[in-house]
C-alpha cells in the first residue's frame, strides 16, 4: 500500500490535465480515506500544513529529550537509568523519521533545523517546563506522553502516507514510554513518604500543562477545520482532550495520586469527566517565548548544532574525498554513518529487561 | 564467586559503568541526530554489560551508587571528560579496540566471563567500528577536524597503557592483547592521515592508577552527580 500508482501525477499519465482536475482526483482520494503519497499531486496549503506539522512534531522530539536527558546523569537506579537512556534515545530516533518524513515533501532537514533555530517554526510548548525532580520523569511519562499518544493514534490514519507510517512506529515506542512512566511514578507513591510527596508535587506541576497540549478549544483553533477535512487531522482539540481526561482519572485513582483539579467530577448525563477551566493565558505566554525554559531550549539546541559543526564539515570533506564521484547533496547529513540500531525492539544483547 | 572473580567483575564492570555514563552526558548535545542515537546505543550496550558484571559482584545498585571513589577499579582511560567529540571518538577508539579484543580472548574460554563475552563481543564491534570510521573521518576529513583529532590522540594516550595491566581473575593473554591492540590503533590512526603519538603510555605518578583505586579529579565530580539522589533516599526502592 505505499504507492497509490492509479493516480495521475504532473507530467505523466496526468499531463494536460488542468489543476481542478488533479484538485478533483486529490479531493476523491481523501474521501475514498486513500493515502496521499509523496509524487502524487496535491494542494499547496495541503503540503505546506503538512511540512508545518510533521517539523513541529519532529522539533518537538528533538528538543524534548533535553528535560528528560536532565536526569540521565542522576537517575536513581541502573535499571531506571537504562530505561531512561532508551527513552531519550528513541525520541531523536523519532526525530530522524519524522524529519526523513518531511524530506518526503521537498523539505530538508538543515531547512526545518535552521527555522528551528531561528525561531521561525515552534515546538511543543509542553518541552517549555522544567524538570525539577526525578518524579517529573514519570510524570513526563505517564502524562506528556499519554498526551501525546492520545493525539498521535488518530495520526495512524493520517491521509499523507509517510506521515501515517512514521507514526505507526512512533507510537508504539510512545506507548512503552507511557507505561515506563506510569510504572515508575506508581514506584514512587508507595515508596517512602518522601517519594510520594515528590511524585505528587510532580503531577501537580504537570497536569495543566498537560491538558494545553491538545491546543487552544475548537472554536479558536486556527488550523482545525481545514486540516479535519484533509483528513490529517482526525478529532477536533477538545474532544481529544476529553479523551485524555477520561483515561486519567482513573489512572491516578490507581496512582494513589490526586489531580489538581477540584472541578473533576463524573458527568452521568454526558458519561464522561468534568474537569475545570484551563488558565490559557499561561499557555500563551508560553508560546510568546515568556515560558520559564525557553530560552534554555533553544539556545542548547542551537549551541550543540554550532558546536557540531566542525564534525558535520569533517565528515561532508571525508565523503567528498573518498567517494569522487558521488555528487554530495550537502544537506548535513553524514551519508556513509554507520546505521545504529535504533528503538527498543532489538536490544538483546547484554541488556537486562528494563521495562 | 572467588575473590579474584569478584576483583575482575568489578574491574570490568566499572569500566562499562563509567564510560556508559560519560556517553549519557551527550544526550542532547550531540553535533548530529544519528550520533545522539549511536552515542546513546553505545551507552546503552556498556550499561547492560556492567548490571550483568556488577550483579556478578553483588547488587547492582549498591556497588554503583553507594561505593566511594577509591572503591571503584575502572580505567582512568573511561572516566575522562567527553571534551569535544574528537575527545569522545578518541576514548572509544582506545577503549573498544581494548573491549572487542578482551572480549574476543574472554568468550572463547571458559570463565565465569565467558557468557558476557560472547554476547559482548559483537556489541563491541559495532563500537569499535563506529569508532574506527569517525577517526578516520575525523582525521583525514578537515584541517580543524584533523587538528581536533590529533589533540584528542595524544592527549588520551598517557591513559592507555593501564589498560594492559593483567587484572587478578580475568584469564586473558595481556601481552597478545597489547600487541593486537597497537597493531589495530595504529593502522587506523595511519590510515586517518594521523600521528601515532610518541609519549608514554602511563603516567609518572607511581602510586598507581584506575585499578588500583586511584583516580583522577574529574571522576569524584561525577560520581557526586551519579549518586547523589540515590544516596538521599537511604533504603528507598526506586
Not at chain 1, 518531511?102 to 517554526?121: C, F, M, P, W
Request: aromatic residues 8%; glycine residues 8%.
Amino acid at each position: 500500500m505505499a504507492t497509490a500508482p492509479a493516480r495521475p501525477t504532473p507530467g505523466s499519465a496526468g499531463e494536460g490535465m488542468s489543476e481542478e482536475a488533479f484538485e478533483a482526483v486529490f479531493d476523491a482520494a481523501v474521501a475514498a480515506d486513500e493515502r496521499i503519497e509523496p509524487r502524487d499531486w496535491m494542494p499547496e496549503a495541503y503540503r505546506a500544513t503538512l511540512v508545518r506539522q510533521i517539523a513541529q512534531h519532529a522539533h518537538s522530539e528533538i528538543i524534548g529529550m533535553q528535560p528528560e536527558a536532565n536526569w540521565i546523569t542522576r537517575a536513581p537506579s541502573l535499571r531506571r537509568k537504562a530505561i531512561l537512556m532508551a527513552k531519550v534515545q528513541d525520541e531523536a530516533g523519532h526525530g530522524l523519521y519524522l524529519y526523513g518524513a518531511a524530506e518526503t515533501l521537498g523539505t530538508s532537514r538543515d531547512e526545518l533545523l535552521d527555522k528551528l533555530h531561528s525561531g521561525r517554526q515552534k515546538y511543543s510548548s509542553i518541552f517549555n517546563y522544567p524538570t525539577l525532580t526525578w518524579a517529573d520523569v514519570g510524570a513526563i511519562g505517564w502524562l506528556v506522553d499519554g498526551a501525546a499518544i492520545t493525539n498521535q493514534v488518530p495520526l495512524c490514519r493520517c491521509s499523507y502516507g509517510p506521515y501515517a507510517r512514521a507514526m505507526v512506529r512512533v507510537c508504539k515506542e510512545e506507548s512503552f514510554h507511557q507505561r515506563q512512566g506510569y510504572e515508575s511514578l506508581l514506584a514512587l507513591s508507595r515508596g517512602t513518604a518522601a517519594q510520594h510527596e515528590m511524585a505528587q508535587d510532580a503531577v501537580n506541576r504537570w497536569w495543566w500543562p498537560s491538558l494545553m497540549m491538545f491546543g487552544p478549544p475548537d472554536d479558536e483553533s486556527a488550523h482545525s477545520a481545514q486540516s479535519m477535512e484533509w483528513k490529517i487531522k482526525r478529532f477536533s482539540n477538545d474532544e481529544l482532550r476529553q479523551r485524555f481526561v477520561d483515561i486519567c482519572v482513573p489512572q491516578a485513582e490507581s496512582l494513589g495520586l490526586s489531580l489538581p483539579d477540584p472541578d473533576l467530577r463524573w458527568n452521568e448525563e454526558r458519561q464522561h469527566w468534568d474537569f475545570g477551566e484551563i488558565d490559557w493565558s499561561e499557555f500563551k505566554e508560553i508560546l510568546k517565548g515568556n515560558g520559564p525554559c525557553n530560552d534554555q531550549r533553544i539556545t542548547q539546541r542551537r549551541r550543540a548544532h554550532e558546536n557540531g559543526a566542525w564534525v558535520r564539515e569533517a565528515a561532508e570533506a571525508y565523503a567528498r574525498k573518498h567517494s569522487p564521484g558521488t555528487p554530495h547533496t550537502g544537506t548535513g547529513q553524514t551519508p556513509e554513518h554507520p546505521a545504529p540500531p535504533t528503538g527498543t525492539g532489538d536490544r538483546n544483547g547484554t541488556r537486562k529487561a528494563t521495562a | 564467586m572467588t575473590a579474584a572473580a569478584h576483583t575482575a567483575a568489578l574491574a570490568l564492570g566499572d569500566d562499562a559503568l563509567v564510560l556508559s555514563h560519560r556517553l549519557g552526558e551527550w544526550a542532547g548535545h550531540a553535533p548530529v541526530l544519528e550520533e545522539e542515537v549511536a552515542l546513546a546505543n553505545i551507552a546503552l550496550d556498556l550499561l547492560g554489560q556492567a548490571r550483568v558484571l556488577l550483579s556478578m559482584a553483588g547488587d547492582e545498585d549498591e556497588l554503583a551508587y553507594l561505593r566511594e571513589e577509591r572503591a571503584f577499579r575502572n580505567l582512568q582511560l573511561v572516566e575522562q571528560p567527553n571534551g569535544d567529540f574528537a575527545h569522545t571518538l578518541a576514548r572509544q577508539l582506545y577503549f573498544s579496540t581494548y573491549q572487542h579484543l578482551l572480549y574476543g580472548q574472554l568468550a572463547t574460554g571458559d570463565s565465569v566471563f565467558a557468557p558476557l563475552a560472547g554476547k559482548a563481543v559483537h556489541e563491541t564491534a559495532y563500537h569499535r567500528d563506529h569508532a574506527e570510521q569517525w577517526t578516520r573521518r575525523l582525521g583525514d576529513g578537515t584541517e580543524e577536524s584533523h587538528r581536533r583529532m590529533q589533540r584528542a590522540a595524544t592527549a588520551l594516550w598517557q591513559f592507555t597503557g593501564e589498560m594492559f595491566q593483567p587484572v587478578e581473575g580475568v584469564p586473558a593473554d595481556w601481552q597478545q592483547l597489547e600487541r593486537s591492540w597497537q597493531q589495530s590503533v595504529t593502522e587506523v590512526l595511519t590510515s586517518a592521515t594521523l600521528e601515532v603519538p610518541e609519549g608514554p603510555r602511563t603516567g609518572a605518578w607511581k602510586a598507581g592508577a584506575g585499578r588500583q583505586g586511584l583516580h583522577t579529579e574529574s571522576f569524584g565530580r561525577m560520581l557526586a552527580e551519579m549518586q547523589h539522589l540515590h544516596r538521599s533516599h537511604p533504603g528507598a526502592r526506586w
